[in-house]
């Protein structure tokens, strides 16, 4: 009856352990250690016990000093005991770090690895919740799991040896009704896991919510949604609440009746006992050890039910941290894949397929060839596939049919890294993060001078607010720093694109418009970086349209047209009327600034 549900627990654990277990076999002397320790400590608590029933016995004979020597070993005793459950302590802490900061590293390196065009799917709220909450669940399984275990079994056998030896009968009693707490663990066990599924579900769905709100404030309160959305939070809360209760009653539960179960048992040895007494086959000291041992034996069996029931919870969690950790990339390198070296800079397009996995053909059969040196602007409605097309690039995508070369080599040949060295990107959300702008800087060359970046700045347009600064370079923006305006934004990233130096510029440009003077100086800053360099803008600046050498319309049906602006200008209407409606707005600006 015991075998087929342990059976089962480890059919069920032997996986999880075998997926984790590299990320805690270098640390096999530290456990060795650990389980060395463990075994004393079950050593000297067996001894502890055995000689707090022995000054009974003495007392009751009147040997007094033999009692004050018990005592004297008894406190030497409690000493070691104490002294080793430190080193205990202090190895189970140092494994569980160790063993958490291999697995977190490995998960942000399977989040970075995947990049954006996966990790985009997976609510940020969630991914947070596996790195730490789930995790830590999953180190439970993994440290402490086993070290409790082995602790478990070396008092179990200890305490069960000297239950034995102390008397046999008696301890054949106690064995008889242990299988009512198997019975009882299982019961609980089963129902746990379902309710525990449910309450990480429903957890991680509030805390996915509450990031959600957390980074979308402003569109919140522009919509004056803060009452809908707390509502939806109550919502998302209570049904958390709901299973969080649901699983602490479970547990308070288990305990109760556990507890109701072990004090029934003990009543019923102390029964047998007493008589036993009665009939002068037993000491009131032997009766003493027998039941500390008895009561401190049920702490193992009460520790593996209640393993037993965290470990279905500690399981799914592992599973939670395996799904990030077996995140696929949307692109993956091949074997062979060369070092990517650029000759010329020119980009072919050839016969291009292209679709999400959740959308139609984004791109059909594209073919298109962009000279060394030219600047192409992208243009075309919204969400017709310009910025898929600069993914496609940069690789984070591969077309489903076709291919996209490089100097005649295929962008699929090469490792993903040296190919992303040669662009230089400029998103249209400039990508930045909450550090000083001198570590963003660094994030675009690492080995950037101080005179590098004031240099990019500069050429930028970027030196003028920044030298304002306090702090200058090393002023902090984002989260508990300087906030900096849109233009600023932009003509900081503008300078991480001139500290990156590529032969290829890619451009986002930023669709929200600026105020003519930051304007003018973004216009400026693209002028400078571009020179020299094959440049593909998805414009939305007529000026930066009407600088282009060539201009590709993306017409939203998969297909584009391509021509100069003027040609485009005089054979296709979409581009016609998108380009008096920026003209409209060019000259507005103009004459505004004339003003
Ligand atoms: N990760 C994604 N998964 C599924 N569909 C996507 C994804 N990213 C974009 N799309 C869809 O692909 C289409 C093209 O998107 P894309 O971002 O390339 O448009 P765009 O031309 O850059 O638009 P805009 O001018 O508004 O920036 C859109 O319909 C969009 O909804
Ligand atoms: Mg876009």
Not at 328 to 353: L, M, N, W, Y
Not at 491 to 509: C, I, K, T
Request: proline share 3%; aromatic share 10%.
């Amino acid at each position: 009856m015991a075998i087929a549900p342990l059976r089962t627990t480890l059919d069920r654990l032997w996986p999880t352990y075998k997926r984790f277990s590299a990320y805690i076999a270098g640390d096999w002397l530290l456990m060795a250690t650990a389980c060395a320790v463990i075994f004393a400590i079950a050593l000297t608590n067996s001894a502890m016990i055995w000689l707090i029933g022995k000054p009974v016995d003495l007392l009751y004979k009147g040997q007094y000093d033999s009692v004050r020597d018990v005592l004297l070993m008894f406190a030497a005793i409690v000493l070691l005991n104490q002294a080793l459950h430190f080193g205990a302590m202090t190895l189970n802490g140092w494994l569980t770090l160790r063993f958490i900061g291999r697995v977190r590293e490995a998960m942000l390196a399977s989040c970075l690895a995947a990049s954006s065009p996966v990790m985009d799917q997976y609510p940020k709220g969630d991914v947070l919740t596996r790195l730490s909450g789930d995790l830590d669940k999953l180190s439970h399984l993994a440290v402490d799991t086993p070290l409790t275990l082995v602790s478990h079994l070396f008092i179990f056998v200890f305490y069960a040896a000297m239950l034995l030896w102390i008397d046999v009968r008696l301890a054949l009693a106690a064995l008889a009704i242990s299988p009512v707490f198997l019975l009882h663990q299982r019961s609980f066990g089963q129902r746990n896991r379902r309710v525990s599924q449910q309450f990480m579900d429903a957890f991680g769905r509030l805390l996915a919510f509450e990031s959600e709100t957390l980074n979308n404030l402003r569109g919140i309160s522009s919509f004056n949604a803060e009452k809908q959305v707390s509502g939806m939070h109550r919502t998302t809360f209570n049904s958390a609440a709901d299973w969080s209760f649901k699983s602490r009653r479970l547990s308070a539960l288990f305990h109760v009746t556990f507890s109701v179960l072990i004090y029934l048992s003990g009543l019923t040895i102390v029964l047998i006992a007493i008589s036993a007494i009665d009939r002068g086959e037993f000491t009131v000291g032997h009766l003493v050890s027998f039941l500390l041992y008895l009561g401190y034996i049920s702490a193992p069996v009460r520790g593996v039910a209640h393993l037993g029931l965290q470990w279905q919870e500690d399981m799914a969690a592992a599973g939670r941290v395996a799904g990030v950790l077996d995140v696929q990339p949307a692109v993956s390198e091949q074997a062979d894949a060369t070092e990517f070296k650029v000759t010329a800079g020119r980009i072919e397009f050839d016969h291009v397929t292209f679709s999400y996995p959740s959308g139609d053909a984004i791109l059909k059969d594209v073919n298109l060839t962009l000279k060394p040196g030219q600047t192409i602007a992208l243009v075309g409605p919204s969400g017709s596939g310009k910025s898929t097309f600069i993914k496609l690039l940069m690789r984070f995508y591969d077309p489903q049919a076709g291919a996209v070369r490089i100097d005649g080599t295929d962008i699929r040949e090469v490792t993903l890294m040296s190919l992303r060295k040669q662009l230089a990107v400029v998103w249209q959300e400039p990508f930045l993060v909450s550090d000083t702008i001198r570590a963003n800087l660094l994030l675009a060359r690492p080995e950037a001078t101080e005179n590098d970046m004031i240099e990019a700045c500069k050429a930028g347009y970027a030196w003028e607010f920044v030298s304002e600064l306090e702090h200058g370079l090393d002023t902090r923006i984002g989260a508990n720093g300087v906030e900096l305006s849109a233009g600023q934004r932009q003509r900081l990233s503008l300078a991480q694109a001139f500290l990156r130096d590529a032969p290829f510029l890619l451009l986002d440009e930023a669709s929200s418009a600026l105020d003519s003077h930051a304007e003018q100086m973004v216009v400026q800053a693209i002028d400078r970086l571009r020179r020299g360099r094959t440049t593909i803008i998805v414009a939305h600046r007529y000026s930066s349209i009407r600088s282009a050498d060539q201009v590709v319309y993306f017409n939203g049906d998969g297909t584009i047209t391509t021509g100069t602006h003027e040609e485009l200008l005089a054979s296709h209407p979409g581009h016609r009327a998108a380009a008096q409606w920026q003209m409209a707005i060019h000259e507005q600006d103009t004459n505004i600034q004339a003003r």
